[in-house]
């Protein structure tokens, strides 16, 4: 039997005492015990911000994105022995690669998000504010890592998905973690640690676990903290009122398990596509981990002619699914993850039964292969059939977080909306049906009371990821039941741990603060040419300001011919009466084509391509006879990591194109990216 330890303050330790034994979920095998009685959690979190905090917050997001990815990647070189101990959790494979190949694809998915960051330790959020009306004084938004730590207190179900699905948005914020997984199946978790630990690709202090019941873990939170809850509402609902959290007006989210939801389409007939999807979707989300998650489907809706059919479909597919050993041949469900689990789920399966009729399983007894059904943890996929949904309301109340799933019949589907509502707010609820018509009645109607909603069809089936499974890019949380909190969600979950300041000065202060151009500040003559320049040489700031070159009619007419593009405007000074135009103007990306003609020194030299053009704008018609200038200014550097020690070392350039006439005013503004060499190719 193993002692499972915790890792705080730079070293594995255990707690006093034993605080929970810990058992295997298939065999009832006594696997290891645990323990945090006794820590002194007040060092661990000045551990986490003064050495895991103060390394982080010195990494730009490009350092940060490459961290994570380089975590990811060892991760995945280890992901065997992940599986063999997931098995223990009661886990079958298919349960096991959500959790620990699902997690482990949330590092990939947020180490991605670096490309929209600037290669800073902060975030320069939103476009500058005009605050005066010369120009000298302008508002911005910068965010900035909170000095504090994020506390993650999960669930039992996903020991995995539930720790890194977190740190990776933490970690690309540049926050340290302290996880505190479910007690039950920390095991798994500290498995991994111990990986990440070792590995030292995280700074020290970045991350530390603790294993056991974590009392005291919140005493000593502060503003600069941020604590997550994944969990019961009830539960989650008495953290989130301690008084250090409400004194301290800490970042709080929480994330409950909720009623959710899905509805076969009135269009779904049987003898289409979409009426088989919601047959083999609604018992997968029965059976994958047992039930056991907080995206699971619990109420089905159906319409009311079509619900004797439904029931024998679902039926039919869960009396063919095979649960006991995930080890065993055929195997496809396998068990709860604890013993006090079976009882809870029996005891709500109990509550729901005094309202509504079980048509499927047994709440006490279970057919089991491989393994010994009074031992394990398992228990039978449960489906009730409720007639009166509006009137026998339990079932939007009371939650078996398990196997456990009611079918019911509604009319029209505003009645199928309001249905979904009475759970009181879900994480996800869906919809499967060909009509998109009917899609979007549901989607629009509601949306308010769930986080995320799933539209299924024929066209989307061979690539959906299903109705459980939230993504990393995607919000994930729900209203009302479901806690009212926010979690992953790309580039909006990493501004959950960063603190948004205002700042005002003048522009040149700004871009010095921000290291990004502001329109206004000073621009010094770039000498020599900023395309003579390697990526490390160039200043933000730094401008060009070219030649002029006064556009003809024969401008507008070979640009015509070259193009293609022989709008009227530009091509038939008859058909301008109506028009904003003068006369025939010259075309915008003409103007644009010749600015770059204007601005690019032609030598070879630094720059190696041009890849693209953002925000675009032609803000003033040019006409024959105007003169155009350019003042091209460097405005954002982008660091980017070398690919393979072949790879060319080298940084992305954001310049700003600002094309004037004569009289100084803007006629056209452009971004180009370009991609320029460094001094320095061992980066």
Same mark, same amino acid.
């Given at each position: 039997?193993?002692r499972?330890q915790?890792?705080?303050?730079?070293?594995?330790?255990?707690g006093?005492?034993?605080?929970?034994n810990?058992?295997?979920?298939?065999?009832g095998?006594?696997?290891?015990?645990?323990?945090?009685?006794?820590?002194?959690?007040?060092s661990?979190?000045?551990?986490a911000?003064?050495?895991?905090?103060?390394?982080?917050r010195?990494?730009?997001f490009?350092?940060?994105?490459r961290?994570?990815?380089a975590l990811a990647?060892?991760?995945?070189e280890?992901?065997?022995?992940?599986y063999?101990?997931?098995v223990?959790?009661?886990?079958?494979?298919?349960?096991?690669?959500i959790d620990?190949?699902?997690?482990?694809?949330?590092?990939?998915?947020?180490?991605?998000?670096r490309?929209?960051?600037?290669?800073?330790?902060y975030?320069?959020?939103?476009?500058?504010?005009?605050?005066?009306?010369?120009?000298?004084?302008?508002g911005?938004?910068?965010m900035?890592?909170?000095?504090?730590v994020a506390?993650?207190?999960?669930?039992?179900?996903?020991?995995?998905?539930g720790m890194?699905?977190?740190?990776?948005?933490n970690?690309?914020?540049g926050v340290?973690?302290?996880?505190?997984p479910?007690e039950?199946t920390?095991?798994?978790t500290?498995?991994?640690?111990?990986d990440?630990?070792d590995?030292?690709?995280?700074?020290?202090?970045?991350?530390?676990?603790?294993?056991?019941?974590?009392?005291g873990?919140?005493?000593?939170?502060?503003?600069?903290?941020?604590?997550?809850?994944?969990?019961?509402?009830?539960?989650?609902?008495?953290l989130?009122?301690?008084?250090?959290?409400?004194?301290?007006?800490?970042?709080f989210?929480?994330?409950?398990?909720?009623?959710?939801?899905?509805?076969?389409?009135?269009?779904?007939?049987p003898?289409?596509?979409?009426?088989?999807?919601?047959?083999?979707?609604?018992v997968?989300?029965?059976?994958?981990?047992?039930?056991?998650k907080c995206t699971?489907?619990?109420?089905?809706?159906?319409?009311?002619?079509?619900?004797d059919e439904?029931?024998?479909?679902i039926?039919?597919?869960l009396?063919?699914?095979?649960?006991?050993?995930?080890?065993?041949e055929?195997?496809?469900m396998?068990?709860?993850?604890?013993?006090?689990q079976v009882?809870?789920?029996r005891?709500?399966?109990?509550l729901l039964?005094a309202s509504?009729?079980?048509?499927?399983?047994n709440?006490? @007894?279970?057919?089991v292969?491989g393994?010994?059904?009074? +031992? %394990?943890?398992?228990f #039978?996929p &449960?489906?009730?059939?409720? /007639?009166d949904?509006?009137?026998?309301?339990?079932v939007?109340?009371?939650?078996?977080?398990?196997?456990?799933?009611?079918?019911m019949?509604?009319?029209?589907? @505003?009645?199928?909306?309001e249905?979904a509502?009475?759970? +009181? %707010?879900?994480?996800? #609820?869906? &919809?499967?049906?060909?009509? /998109?018509?009917?899609?979007?009645?549901f989607?629009?109607?509601?949306?308010?009371?769930?986080?995320?909603?799933?539209?299924?069809?024929e066209?989307?089936a061979? @690539?959906s990821?299903?109705?459980?499974?939230?993504?990393?890019?995607?919000?994930h949380?729900?209203?009302?039941?479901?806690?009212?909190?926010?979690e992953?969600?790309?580039?909006?979950?990493?501004m959950?741990?960063l603190?948004?300041?205002?700042?005002?000065?003048?522009?040149?202060?700004?871009t010095?603060?921000?290291?990004?151009?502001?329109?206004?500040?000073?621009m010094?003559?770039?000498?020599?040419?900023?395309?003579?320049?390697?990526?490390?040489?160039?200043?933000?700031?730094?401008?060009v300001?070219?030649?002029?070159?006064?556009?003809?009619?024969?401008?507008i007419v070979?640009?015509?011919?070259?193009?293609g593009?022989?709008?009227?405007?530009?091509?038939d000074?008859?058909s301008?009466?109506?028009?904003?135009?003068?006369?025939?103007?010259a075309?915008?990306?003409f103007i644009?084509?010749?600015a770059a003609?204007?601005?690019?020194?032609?030598?070879?030299?630094?720059?190696?391509?041009?890849?693209?053009?953002d925000?675009?704008r032609?803000?003033?018609p040019?006409?024959?006879g105007?003169?155009?200038g350019v003042?091209?200014?460097?405005k954002?550097?982008i660091?980017?990591?070398?690919?393979?020690?072949?790879d060319?070392?080298?940084g992305?350039?954001?310049?700003?194109?600002d094309?004037?006439?004569?009289?100084g005013?803007?006629?056209?503004?452009?971004?180009?990216?370009?991609m320029?060499?460094?001094?320095d190719?061992?980066?």
């Open positions: 039997m193993r499972y915790s890792y705080l303050n730079g070293q594995w330790m255990d006093t005492g034993t605080e929970t810990l058992y295997n979920a298939i065999t095998e006594l696997i290891g015990e645990t323990s945090s009685a006794g820590f002194d959690y007040k661990a979190i000045e551990y911000t003064k050495t895991g905090g103060r390394a982080l010195k990494m730009t490009q350092e940060r994105g961290m994570i990815k990647l060892f991760l995945m280890k992901k065997a022995y992940y063999e101990v997931s223990w959790t009661g886990a079958t494979k298919v349960d096991s690669w620990i190949e699902g997690g482990i694809g949330n590092l990939f998915a947020n180490a991605s998000l490309r929209q960051f600037p290669d800073l330790p975030y320069v959020d939103g476009v500058a504010a005009p605050l005066s009306k010369n120009g000298t004084f302008i911005h938004h910068i900035v890592p909170k000095e504090g506390i993650h207190i999960n669930a039992f179900n996903f020991p995995i998905w890194l699905e977190k740190i990776a948005v970690l690309m914020a340290p973690a302290i996880v505190k479910s039950f920390c095991f798994l500290e498995v991994m640690v111990r990440i630990i590995s030292k690709i995280l700074p020290e202090g970045a991350l530390q676990l603790v294993c056991g019941l974590g009392r873990i919140l005493d000593h939170v502060s503003s600069q903290d941020v604590v997550t809850f994944t969990g019961s509402a009830a539960t989650g609902k008495k989130k009122s301690l008084p250090q959290i409400v004194e301290e007006s800490v970042s989210n929480l994330e409950a398990d909720s009623l959710n939801a899905t509805v076969l389409g009135k269009k779904a007939v003898g289409t596509i979409e009426f088989d999807l919601f047959i083999k979707e609604t997968k989300e029965i059976t994958v981990k047992a039930g056991q699971a489907v619990r109420r089905i809706f159906v319409p009311e002619d079509l619900i439904v029931q024998k479909g039926t039919a597919r009396a063919t699914t095979v649960i006991g050993d995930p080890s065993a055929g195997v496809r396998g068990s709860l993850a604890t013993m006090t009882e809870r789920v005891e709500n399966v109990n039964a509504q009729q079980i048509v499927f399983g709440a006490n @007894e279970v057919e292969v393994a010994d059904a009074k +031992k %394990g943890a398992f #039978s &449960i489906l009730f059939r409720n /007639d949904p509006f009137n026998k309301t339990d939007h109340d009371i939650e078996a977080f398990g196997p456990v799933s009611t079918i019949p509604y009319k029209e589907i @505003e009645d199928a909306i249905l509502k009475m759970g +009181k %707010g879900s994480l996800v #609820s869906s &919809i499967v049906t060909p009509s /998109d018509q009917e899609a979007k009645e989607v629009i109607g509601a949306a308010s009371m769930h986080g995320r909603i799933l539209v299924l069809n066209q989307c061979k @690539e990821t299903g109705h459980g499974s939230p993504m990393p890019l995607l919000t949380g729900g209203p009302g039941r479901a806690g009212g909190g926010e992953m969600g790309g580039k909006r979950g990493v959950h741990y603190q948004r300041t205002a700042i005002q000065g003048h522009p040149t202060t700004i010095q603060i921000t290291e990004q151009f502001q329109v206004g500040a000073e010094p003559e770039a000498n020599p040419h900023v395309f003579r320049k390697h990526f490390e040489e160039i200043v933000v700031g730094e401008t300001f070219t030649h002029k070159h006064t556009v003809t009619d024969a401008d070979n640009f015509a011919n070259v193009s593009d022989n709008f009227y405007a530009h091509m000074e008859t301008l009466e109506g028009t904003i135009f003068e006369g025939r103007v075309h915008g990306y644009l084509s010749k003609g204007l601005f690019v020194d032609p030598k070879k030299g630094p720059v190696l391509l041009n890849y693209g053009i925000e675009a032609f803000t003033k040019v006409y024959p105007a003169t155009i003042r091209f200014t460097a954002e550097k660091d980017q990591e070398k690919k393979s020690e072949d060319i070392a080298k992305i350039v954001k310049f700003l194109v094309c004037y006439d004569e009289t005013e803007t006629v056209a503004l452009a971004t180009i990216l370009t320029v060499r460094k001094l190719q061992s980066k």
